[in-house]
């Protein structure tokens, strides 16, 4: 197995947050916390919602902010769901 992919995590994007980010998903550095990821990664691509807004899935199951980003993982960031 490439070392490299287990020492990434592939980030998932949703609704607006895909739209900022102008991809659906990527795959980086797997390291810190997963408030820190959201974090950098709202700079990097300007997502508007703060991290009060959102809810975060690791590998399938609700996550809470605080907990480490694991290599290997699949995090998604999930922006409140508008209905109609």
């Known amino acids: 197995m490439d070392s490299a992919a287990t020492d990434t995590v592939t980030v998932l994007y949703f609704a607006s947050l895909r739209d900022a980010a102008g991809v ?16 950098a990664l709202r700079g ?18 609700f996550a809470r902010w605080d907990d480490p980003v694991r290599a290997g993982s699949e995090v998604a960031f999930i922006p409140p769901v508008s209905g109609g």
Do not use: K
Request: net charge neutral; aromatic share 6%.
């Open 24 to 39: 659906a998903s990527e795959s980086l550095p797997a390291q810190g916390e997963l408030r820190g990821l959201y974090a």
């Open 44 to 61: 990097r691509h300007g997502f508007a919602l703060p991290i009060e807004r959102l809810r975060v899935a690791v590998d399938g199951a």
